[in-house]
């Protein structure tokens, strides 16, 4: 048998500062849909997240509740896992930076690089910035405050190990200019070449000033940096450096890496570049998405408007709410989060065009022929439009997650909904049911919509993974691994003799006036 093309994807490791609120979860989400979607088009996936533990940070967060570094995120790292679970989330490993097999990989990197003379120790005078853990020369701040998120910095000298980033500044453009898919979306490869043409720095890899951390393997009073410690969890998940390193061999390259805009810099040339000096194989893609904001900016804990999405699951239910994420985010920009969009989004795709077309059909199904619907006639008027749409749309749909344009791929599925409805007013079954002559017509009619239906259940069961077997006895199947492939979707496919039942709305409209109670 031919072995199955792999597909590894990874989304970025959380911080387990706080509770994570949508924003992060739209990250996983569209990871998740992304490694549903290519397992179901046949693709050997390994779907890696994850918890990034380490940092002076987290031992602070800690220190002021009055807990261990270990107990604080073993808290924490737990609810990420629950949020996951609620969120529908395929993950087929979870990493965390604590584990020993992820010590071990950090520090055979370490000493390689330590033996091969790319880090050397030096006295280092920087302007720091905690929250964001980051050493910054006095040139690129802003207003004297961190560039990134423009709280204040702190003068701060210590001895610390560097890594000779600068060396491999010029591979790392080439790399980047001679792969032209390996940072997307353009913009933001465009904006990293910019950034290696003005100059890298060797970058500082160490800190004496707290101890929580992957110790120095030779220098223990140093522990590595939480950069060098995080990166390294998309190699040391697979086994890199251990004693069974199989899923390293079989997986790795990455063939995504799946992250918010902030972190884009840090993926595309120190990780690179790090994998380059050790020779190891750079990952084939680097996708930086946008951010979910909200008008009045960014969400804080301090600000006081973070969006938990275990409330609004609870609400509104899982598969809305990853509809609604994966949609409204357009490729690679920013979006902005309401609980009016979210709902509008909810009744005017989910309820208006894709629930009322099912809605619809069973219910016509059930009034003329009992719900039975036989095979098909001949093609006529319209149904050669709608056929050819929904035939041509799996492919679209491909195409585009290719592209990782998730939005545009959830809006043509969608698409088939309007379609088939904008179809039930061309042919007009109500009107073919009032002539008995007609009733062959009037099977063939719902048969073609049913049919659309299948194929858009299928479609979008990497977006919804809830869906199907909602949606399954609403079109007379039962839920069965072999009916949401990528194979199942040729015309034709659902039997003749399926019995349509009428059930309760997939999607009940949301009445806007309930905004904000619950
Ligand atoms: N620990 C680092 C990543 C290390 S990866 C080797 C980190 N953690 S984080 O918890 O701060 O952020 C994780 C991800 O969540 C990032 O990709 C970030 O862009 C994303 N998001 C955080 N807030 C977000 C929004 N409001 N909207 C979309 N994504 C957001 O960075």
Known sequence: MQEKKTFYITTPIYYPSDNLHIGHAYTTVAADAMARFKRMTGYDVWFLTGSDEHGQKIERSAQEKGQSPRAYVDKIVAGFQHLWRSLNISNDDFIRTTEERHKRAVQKIFQKLYNQGDIYKASYEGWYCTPCETFWTEGRLVDGNCPDCGRPVELLREESYFFKMSKYADR??????????????????????????????????????????????????????????????????????????????????????????????????????????????????????????????????????????????????????????????????????????????????????????????????????????????????????????????????EELMNRREISNAVAAVIRLAGRANKYLEETAPWALAKDPAKRGRLNTVLYNVAETLRFATVLISPFMPGLPERAWPLLGLEERPDLHTWESLRWGGLPAGTVLKKGKPLFPRIDPATLGEG
Request: glycine share 8%; with cysteine; hydrophobic share 40%.
């Open 172 to 397: 790392m453009l080439k790399y980047i200019e001679e792969n032209p898919d390996f940072i997307l979306p353009a913009s933001r490869r465009n904006e990293m070449m910019s950034f290696i043409k003005s100059g890298l720095e060797d970058l500082c890899i160490s800190r004496t000033t707290f101890d929580w951390g992957i110790p120095v393997p030779f220098d223990p009073k140093h522990v590595i940096y939480v950069w060098v410690d995080a990166l390294t969890n998309y190699i040391s998940a697979l086994g890199y450096g251990g004693e069974d390193d199989s899923l390293y061999r079989k997986y790795w390259p990455a063939d995504v890496h799946l992250v918010g805009k902030d972190i884009v810099r840090f993926h595309t040339i120190i990780w690179p570049i790090i994998l380059m000096a050790a020779g190891l194989p750079l990952p084939k893609q680097v996708v930086g998405h946008g951010w979910l904001l909200l008008e009045s900016g960014k969400m804080s804990k301090s600000k006081g408007n973070v969006v938990d999405p275990l409330v609004l699951i609870d609400k509104y239910g899982v598969d809305a709410i990853r509809y609604y994420l994966l949609r409204e985010l357009p490729f690679g920009a920013d979006g902005y989060y309401s609980e009016e969009a979210l709902v509008h989004r909810i009744n005017q795709d989910l309820a208006n065009d894709f629930g009322n077309l099912f809605n619809r059909t069973c219910a016509m199904a059930n009034k003329y022929f009992g719900g039975r619907l036989e095979a098909p006639g001949e093609p006529e008027g319209p149904d050669a439009e709608l056929l050819e749409l929904v035939q041509s749309t799996p492919g679209k749909v």
